[in-house]
């Protein structure tokens, strides 16, 4: 991993209107990031239920230099704000999570999900239109009959290149609770939803029926200890899965064991240090994101100060642990007072498995380079983001004397956090979501 990243532009969410652009900014924050699997499309959701997908510039021998810019593909409204009138509960439209599926033909498809609903939606180019119509005129008005004289052959003329989203599958009313997570098995032919108790298992061609393959409600809501956080399929072994939960531990399920994965395979925790143990203990441990590296050989999560990396074939302890944010430490009792001790940060590998990468506050991101066990701090601002500017590393000073380039751990801005980030799957081309900027990198281009 070399330290130096320069900034393509980065792109904000495309404008509703000048107008409407104050009132919308809490419907803009990005609420996840996906690259697909060949990494020329990156899907972006909002707090507002949008979808809004960018494209990779074509090569060009003229503009090479523009190669690897993401420029806007498609827009559309995946999920509307509903209301759950037996519960008198609102069901927000933001979008949790996207998946990218397999690409088969020219089109292509990936699954969106809020709090409740997952949609299947195909996105595909048009850039033909049938003309000559018997029945009907060009405007698509019916032709009064006594007027058709000659029988017409339709033909295809070319039209201006245009984008579809068009709603494929709607799978709904599975989950009591809030979704966290969906993951596309190998097979492709099924995937998974998990919320805080339960992870149904759906077909993609059965919209009525899910099958329930994990519960881990208690007859008693009052002896309810733990909840799942988050649950991914092994990348090659479709019976394969992982959960994890918000007491810091992992499970690893095998669905040819049981129909109901309710004992796992594995169970993958680190013993606490006594002397490490505090109120809030508990809380940061609560894993916020799992995810198998690409060789399906380790596990990485993610709780509120670590990133760790761990074996399957070792359960007891991680193999490689990183601090994120150590210096938080001193600062946990603001960070509870202010509720950001229960952000959620996601965690991403590179192509290589050799690089993992997290975030931060202030809007700062972490990379972690497994080799050479170098680390760096780097900045996604608009200050710091000019086209193809070389980002410096940054440093966090704890103590009370502070170098010129360091910021002082006071000084923080725990409002800007880099929750959401995605590596492209072969390239060095990150994507980080800061609030309502997406930001995009690549590595240094000698």
Request: charged residues 25%; contains cysteine; hydrophobic residues 35%.
């Amino acid at each position: 991993m070399r330290c130096f990243w320069r900034s393509l532009p980065y792109l904000l969410r495309p404008p509703r209107s000048a107008l409407a652009a104050s009132c919308h900014a809490e419907a803009d924050i990005i609420s996840t990031v996906e690259f697909n699997h060949t990494g020329e499309l990156l899907a972006t959701g909002d707090k507002g239920g949008r979808v809004v997908i960018f494209q990779r510039e074509q090569e060009s021998k003229h503009q090479s230099h523009r190669r690897g810019e993401y420029n806007v593909y498609s827009t559309f409204q995946s999920h509307e704000p509903e209301f759950d009138y037996l519960k008198s509960l609102e069901i927000e439209e933001k979008i949790n999570k996207i998946r990218w599926l397999p690409q088969q033909n020219a089109a292509y498809f990936l699954l969106s999900t809020n709090d409740k609903t997952v949609k299947l939606w195909k996105v595909s180019e048009r850039d033909k239109r049938p003309e000559g119509y018997n029945l009907k005129d060009e405007d698509g008005r019916l032709r009064d009959p006594s007027m058709i004289t000659m029988l017409r052959v339709p033909v295809l003329r070319p039209m201006d290149l245009m984008v579809e989203a068009t709603p494929r599958r709607v799978f709904a009313n599975a989950h009591t609770y809030h979704i966290n997570s969906i993951s596309v098995n190998s097979d492709y032919e099924t995937y998974m939803s998990a919320d805080d108790l339960r992870i149904n298992l759906w077909n993609f061609e059965i919209t009525n029926q899910s099958f329930n393959i994990v519960d881990i409600k208690p007859a008693n809501m009052e002896e309810l200890t733990e909840v799942i956080t988050a649950a991914e399929f092994h990348p090659h072994h479709c019976n394969t899965f992982v959960y994890s939960s918000s007491k810091g531990t992992i499970r690893l399920c095998d669905m040819r064991t049981a129909a109901l994965c309710d004992r796992h395979a594995k169970f993958f925790e680190e013993p606490e240090d006594p002397s490490n143990r505090s109120f809030f203990s508990e809380i940061i441990s609560s894993i916020s994101d799992v995810k198998f590296s690409h060789s399906g050989r380790y596990i990485m999560t993610r709780d509120y100060l670590t990133v760790k990396v761990w074996d399957l074939n070792m359960e007891n302890r991680p193999i490689e642990t990183y601090q994120v944010h150590d210096y938080l430490r001193s600062k946990l009792c603001s960070l509870y007072e202010n509720d950001c001790i229960f952000d959620k940060f996601e965690c991403v590998w590179n192509g290589s498995d050799s690089v993992i990468m997290s975030g931060s506050y202030n809007n700062f991101f972490r990379m972690f380079d497994r080799n050479t066990k170098r680390d760096v701090t780097l900045e996604a601002s608009r200050e710091n983001s000019k086209p193809r500017a070389v980002l410096k590393p940054r440093k966090v000073c704890v103590g009370g004397k502070r170098r010129k380039d360091e910021i002082s751990v006071d000084s923080l801005d725990f409002s800007k956090k880099i929750l959401h980030t995605a590596w492209h799957p072969s390239e060095n081309i990150i994507a980080v979501a800061a609030t309502n900027n997406l930001y995009i990198f690549q590595d240094k281009v000698n």
